[in-house]
Nanobody, 116 residues
Framework: QVQLVESGGGLVQPGGSLRLSCAAA????????LGWYRQAPGKQRELVAR???????IYADSVKGRFTISRDNAKNTVYLQMESLKPEDTAVYYC??????????WGQGTQVTVSS
């Protein structure tokens, strides 16, 4: 079992930056794939970025070149560095973990609002 807790969300102006963190409690963190997903009002949850246990990353086309996912196995933490934020990035961001897709474990989410 893995418990995930996100932090780092908030209100930011267009063009600004935020870094989301997701701390995991439980075993086998280093063996899991990790991901960040988001859900905007009235829309389905979508993949933002994912990193495998071996460090391979994938990104949604909408965030390529602006967002970076990384993991620190020593700290049981996964990060999402977000740059050049746009209003359309506004959503609740969730981290997830697991051995297979779809991921098994999910956090409660953190709100990111991009607005002037």
């Amino acid at each position: 079992q893995v418990q995930l807790v996100e932090s780092g969300g908030g209100l930011v102006q267009p063009g600004g930056s935020l870094r989301l963190s997701c701390a995991a409690a439980g075993s086998s963190f280093q063996r899991y794939g990790l991901g960040w997903y988001r859900q905007a009002p009235g829309k389905q949850r979508e993949l933002v970025a994912r990193v495998s246990s071996g460090g391979t990353t994938i990104y949604a086309d909408s965030v390529k070149g602006r967002f970076t996912i990384s993991r620190d196995n020593a700290k049981n933490t996964v990060y999402l560095q977000m740059e050049s934020l746009k209003p359309e990035d506004t959503a609740v961001y969730y981290c997830a973990a697991g051995s297979t897709i779809p991921f098994t474990f999910w956090g409660q989410g953190t709100q990111v609002t991009v607005s002037s």
